[in-house]
């Protein structure tokens, strides 16, 4: 509740309020540091994006192969559930 109350002045930035943060970079950094600073951001960006999408992939997989142990496992569940019953029936007629 607090980041969101915290980041809701963001919605109120308009064209003056970014170039004055544009200026006040600019005179920071320089004219030379900034597409360093912008090239490093992008990367970090594309970085952040492949770890998302290996970690996406491998919920996937991982939901993936829990179905399929269940589908594999169910049958077998069923075949047993039938031998148990016959061998109860077989049980009551001996006895």
């Known amino acids: 509740m607090l980041m969101i109350k915290s980041l809701a002045f963001i919605g ?3 064209g003056p309020e970014i170039a004055v943060i ?3 970079v600019l005179l920071l ?3 030379k540091k900034i597409p360093e600073l912008a090239r ?3 990367k970090s960006m594309g ?3 492949r770890a998302r999408d290996e970690f996406e ?3 996937k997989m991982a939901e993936m192969d829990v179905s399929n142990e269940a589908e594999t496992n169910e049958p077998e569940t069923k ?3 039938t031998k148990k019953a016959e061998h109860r029936e077989e049980a009551s007629e001996v006895s």
Request: aromatic content about 14%; hydrophobic content about 50%; cysteine-free.
């Open 79 to 81: 075949e047993a559930e």
């Open 22 to 24: 544009f200026v006040v």
């Open 40 to 42: 490093g951001l992008g």
């Open 12 to 14: 109120g930035l308009g």
């Open 29 to 31: 950094f320089g004219a």
């Open 57 to 59: 992939d491998e919920i």
């Open 47 to 49: 970085e952040f994006k």
